[in-house]
């Protein structure tokens, strides 16, 4: 059986691979020249199921309020006549009640742990190298109450399998020398030892090869035109370089799933959030972590990449616009600078980047079948695409492949949305 995975980022690779490991013929179609180029391409670096804790939570409405008009908000929207924006905004704070919020954690923490463990046996199996880092992840807090209210959620992720616990700054400090300058600013800290962190570009661009070893056709440079079905199939996608039919085909396409999705008569409640990024060259003297580093209240990470330290974060609801702000550059080098003082960073020396993130209301991915018969979604990771990509990869292929997948699809379908 033939499968057309639409998207080569690393969600639509990690399908493709696992596709093909299961025996599928596979081709995956990109408009870009090679693979990861959008969004896999300079994110944060982290695989955290940590970050399961949504968007959609009690307390964001308030600070949505506080952050209003400020341009060095964590998560900004930009006002605009948007429908789309203001539908999907009604419906992330349906999202953030308690009980709700709490439902969403487990859901996608079920599916990060799940992922986490297929990317250790993949690792192992591949013997790839992606300047992996399995040294934990920190998340450290300035404010009390922050602090307290993250070791709740931590305390209801330890009770659904997650090794997450708190430490004292000075604990923090030894794990991570490099915070010592940021210590005196520091209330307390989370500490995953379990999650990683490397370069996802390198991984996805290393995974890649392999699939070519299996025989994965990559149609890169081929723009997707439109979907050609009768009733209820696809009978394939034009691209500018011709038709291209398989007997099934998968979503990957991230943020501009629901652009693709909507001729046919799909509504996928997924949005882009512009995350920044820049990547710090390291001397040899810098005072930069090895372990990677959650700045929650500021809503970056950081993670040292082999020669360089990678910072990234914040979120810019602005519709599908990819011009990075220099305003939003700037935020994102005064946080690393705040934490790390003795990194180098410097205007002239850090290479800066954005990139949408496909954001679903609940922060839960969209898995699974569609109302055509052989069309497949598994987008809607937000800013967790690495960290469940191997995970969707193989409930992806266990569905199409008639076995019960590792992870139930209870929840994760488009059907959770009433109207789908």
């Not at 390291?282 to 959650?294: E, G, H, N, Y």
């Amino acid at each position: 059986m033939k499968v057309v995975v639409l998207g080569a980022g690393v969600v639509g690779v990690t399908t493709a691979y696992y596709l093909a490991r299961a025996g599928f013929a596979v081709t995956v179609v990109d408009r870009q020249p090679g693979p990861a180029l959008e969004t896999s391409f300079a994110n944060g670096g982290q695989i955290a199921p940590a970050h399961a804790d949504p968007w959609a939570n009690p307390r964001t409405p308030r600070k949505l309020v506080r952050w209003l008009g400020r341009d060095d908000a964590p998560l900004l929207f930009r006002l605009r006549a948007d429908p789309k924006l203001f539908a999907w905004g009604l419906r992330f704070l349906a999202n953030c009640p308690d009980g709700r919020s709490r439902r969403n954690m487990l859901k996608i923490l079920r599916l990060a742990l799940y992922s986490r463990e297929s990317l250790g046996e993949l690792r192992d199996s591949t013997g790839m190298h992606y300047h992996q880092r399995r040294r934990g992840i920190l998340h450290v807090y300035r404010d009390p109450a922050e602090f307290a209210h993250a070791q709740g959620v931590a305390s209801a992720m330890r009770d659904a399998g997650l090794d997450r616990y708190p430490v004292s700054v000075e604990e923090a400090v030894r794990l991570e020398p490099a915070l010592a300058d940021a210590a005196p600013r520091l209330t307390g800290a989370l500490y995953s030892p379990g999650d990683e962190s490397g370069d996802a570009h390198n991984f996805t661009v290393s995974l890649a090869a392999e699939a070519v070893g299996l025989g994965v056709d990559f149609r890169f440079g081929n723009a997707l035109r439109r979907v050609h079905h009768r009733r209820r199939r696809i009978t394939g996608v034009e691209t500018d370089e011709g038709l291209i039919q398989g007997d099934d085909y998968v979503v990957c396409l991230g943020s501009f799933s629901p652009l693709f999705l909507a001729p046919l008569g799909i509504r996928l409640p997924v949005y882009p959030a512009k995350g920044y990024s820049i990547t710090v060259p390291l001397a040899t003297d810098a005072r930069a972590p090895d372990v990677s580093i959650t700045d929650d209240e500021h809503k970056m990470v950081f993670s040292r990449l082999g020669p360089a330290l990678r910072a990234a974060g914040t979120a810019e609801l602005d519709g599908w616009s990819t011009a990075c702000r220099d305003s939003r550059i700037q935020l994102t080098l005064n946080n690393t600078l705040d934490l790390f003082p003795g990194c180098g960073a410097r205007p002239d020396n850090v290479r800066a980047w954005c990139g949408l993130r496909p954001k679903t209301p609940d922060s839960v991915p969209v898995l699974g079948p569609t109302r055509y018969d052989n069309l497949w979604l598994n987008t809607g990771h937000g800013s967790l695409g690495w960290t469940l990509a191997c995970g969707s990869a193989r409930v992806i292929t266990d569905t199409l492949a008639g076995h019960t997948p590792g992870v139930p699809l209870d929840g994760l379908t488009l059907g959770r949305f009433s109207w789908s």
